[in-house]
């Protein structure tokens, strides 16, 4: 009798702290893997914690399959906070390859143009970046999840149909934006990492069509060497970096885009600390 007794109090127990989870509510700092979607870092997280696996779980902040790092997961009441978490500001490690364009202004996209770059200046990327500097109005990239006219812009933009839309734009600001190294990465290198990251990458991205694009302008056995360089940036939340690269290509006259996105900082949830 008396071992019923503590068995059911340990399941009392044990509801009762499930309850008070639910309704305290949790944050917890999350390290989003190259090539995950938010989506399946949660269901991750399901399996690494299985005493979530009953909690109500969505994620403040959306990271790009081809972007990795902090990601925040709201746990039972904490979603209801959610909007001030979204609003967390954002600080951002991006690795900008410059000669190519996408049309998703990453690598997880069909090369639309490239450009002989042999060399680029440090001091005229700095340049060029600091035009984006400070509060400045962003257009939402064409591969992206904002809705317009009932419809996601990465609908309109597989429908060819982006002619038809007045672009949307936001307000961002960027408190700090500099260039903290510069590098060259080789062909044969660059080709193996876009295999890499866009095989990682589950759901319908058009991964075939992508790659079949990228195999067309670099081979394994080329001798090329592309320009690159690592930005750090610091900036309010909605701010898309595979954007700023796009961007700064089009400020210096050469293609660009997002090579690698890390997320480092979300508010004060840091990278190091992130659960992977």
């Not at 991750?44 to 972007?67: C, F, I, N, T």
């Not at 991006?94 to 143009?113: H, K, N, P, Q, S």
């Not at 954007?243 to 700064?248: K, Q, R, T, V």
């Amino acid at each position: 009798m008396l071992g019923i007794l503590t068995e059911m109090a340990d399941i009392l127990n044990m509801e009762n702290s499930a309850a008070k989870r639910s309704q305290t509510g949790q944050v917890l700092n999350l390290y989003k893997q190259l090539g995950e979607t938010p989506r399946e870092r949660l269901e991750r997280l399901r399996v690494q914690k299985p005493h979530y696996e009953s909690e109500v779980l969505s994620y403040a902040g959306r990271l790009d399959p081809m972007a990795e790092g902090v990601m925040l997961a709201l746990v039972g009441s904490a979603n209801k906070r959610r909007d001030a978490y979204l609003e967390l500001s954002k600080e951002y490690v991006l690795d900008i390859l410059f000669g190519f364009a996408t049309d998703t202004y990453d690598v997880l996209g069909r090369v639309m143009e490239i450009g002989d770059v042999e060399d680029i200046a440090r001091s005229a990327v700095q340049k060029g970046l600091n035009e984006f500097r400070g509060h400045v109005e962003q257009e939402y990239p064409p591969y992206s999840s904002k809705t317009v006219e009932g419809k996601s812009l990465f609908e309109w933009a597989r429908n060819n149909a982006l002619s038809a839309l007045v672009m949307p734009s936001r307000s961002v600001t960027i408190h700090h934006i500099d260039v903290t190294a510069m590098y060259k990465v080789p062909e044969p290198t660059l080709l193996n990492y876009i295999e890499d990251g866009v095989s990682r990458v589950t759901g319908d991205f058009r991964q075939d069509e992508v790659l079949r694009t990228w195999r067309k302008h670099l081979k394994k056995e080329g001798d090329r060497e592309f320009p690159c360089a690592t930005v750090k940036i610091e900036c309010t939340s909605g701010t898309y970096a595979r954007s700023i690269a796009h961007g700064l290509g089009k400020e210096l006259g050469i293609p660009a885009l997002a090579l690698h996105i890390l997320r480092t900082k979300v508010g004060e949830y840091a990278v190091e600390k992130s659960l992977k």
